[in-house]
């Protein structure tokens, strides 16, 4: 059985932690800016944990971690 590759776009946006979740950059921080408002801004800072019903799709693209 050959090995199973991990998908590329996983290996650069998320993260597994130690206890198993999924943990992702958040999306809107980019560029246009100037149509949110601050409070949207604010929350939208650091990194958020995945769904748990998105995990499994994740954790099948990344068979062996992502560490």
Do not use: E
């Amino acid at each position: 059985m050959p090995k199973l590759k991990t998908k590329s776009g996983v290996k650069k946006r998320f993260k597994i932690t130690a206890t198993g979740k999924v943990k992702h950059g958040v999306a809107g921080k980019r560029h246009r800016l100037m149509s949110h408002n601050a409070k949207y801004i604010r929350q939208q800072r650091g990194t958020k944990l995945l769904s748990k019903a998105d995990w499994a799709a994740v954790k099948k693209w990344a068979p062996y971690g992502l560490g």
